[in-house]
DNA sequence: GAGACATATCAAAACCTCCGCACATAACAG
DNA sequence: CTGTTATGTGCGGAGGTTTTGATATGTCTC
């Protein structure tokens, strides 16, 4: 077997390109974390509560009646990103209202809008 | 206004507020794309694909062997990615290579690195 | 304290996704 | 042609997700 050529024999596979990308890859509970970071991305629900907040802090209450759903699947997706820290929180009275976490987030949905868009 | 403020359960808080963001939203087939395009790299198996592309092009069977996946399992994925046009491919023979399709899914992957690894 | 209001969480149904099996298709060797 | 190898795909089950109504928790006003 010639170390130039791919013969995906499939039980005897090219052994040492395989490996040598295995060696390179990030350990599985990086790749985890980072598959968790874009599932979260990944509804469209959370896509729109995001870009909502784009434009600044909002109420659960107010966040609910842009997107026209309940409060409760509001706060069961606010839930999420809280725990993700893509979002945080401050409670003023009665009121909670939620923003961006960083900057971090922000370019990341602005990335996958301009990608949308070519 | 398009949007049904009576699917909502509650009251508006902060009515300007409210109507000002849903007319910045972007359209909702436009945040169902984003959506899409991050749900797709939103999978630990699919995550890991594209990190092992990002070494270069690699044929099913590799693949496979990297993942220490069924070839099954790996080309379902395959078919995602390449119905969403994040992978190119091109048939050698028996094998068919896969690719990164282009440098923006190579920087998406990088950023979610470069966002868990801090 | 009681009552009103905003949000969080629980439980369950409807829905979706991933993966392996089995088979189909494609390319090649003989 | 037949057989072998590499890859693609329909199907179905196990397991996960999203949603809602009901209920719980927290916070204010009185």
Redesign the interface.
Known sequence: MSHNK?S???NI??RE??E???K???A?E???????????????T???II??LL??E??V??I????????SAVSHQLGMLRRADLVAFRREGK?VFYSLSDG?VR???E???E???Q
């Open positions: 791919y995906c024999d499939c596979v090219h390109a395989v040598q990308v295995i390179c890859l990030p599985d990086v790749l985890a974390r980072v598959a968790e970071f874009f599932k979260i991305l990944g509804d469209p959370r896509t729109k870009c909502t434009e600044g909002m109420c209450c107010d609910a009646n842009v997107l026209g759903m309940t409060k009121n971090h370019g990341m949905i990335s996958g809008l990608h949308v868009h």
